[in-house]
């Protein structure tokens, strides 16, 4: 069940009055008391809101990928620029091949 922020300021305006009318004749207890009930009632709307702000943060929308990387979650494979030679691959041209006895 949720309240609205009007009821709660209706009813706190409610105690607001009669916490008022009860200062007039004197009886302080009861003004007090009238007081905490506000107090509640806006440390409960506070609350929500600090709540729900924390939802809005926790739903907050993703990092955006780059293209590349979603490319590359779609599978999708590149060729990479070969600058250095990989392994088995002779730098020289008199190598004959990919034996181990090669010099």
Do not use: C, W, Y
């Not at 494979?77 to 020289?92: I, L, V, Y």
């Amino acid at each position: 069940m949720t309240i609205s922020h009007r009821q709660l300021l209706l009813q706190m305006q409610k105690e607001i009055d009669a916490a008022l009318t009860e200062q007039d004749d004197g009886h302080h207890q009861h003004v007090r008391e009238r007081i905490a009930a506000v107090r509640a009632m806006a440390d409960l709307v506070l609350t929500a809101e600090v709540q729900d702000v924390k939802a809005t943060r926790q739903v907050s929308p993703q990092k955006q990928h780059s293209d590349d990387e979603l490319a590359l979650m779609q599978g999708a494979t590149f060729r990479q620029n070969k600058q250095h030679p990989s392994f088995g691959e002779d730098e020289e041209e008199e190598a004959n091949g990919d034996s181990i006895f090669d010099f």
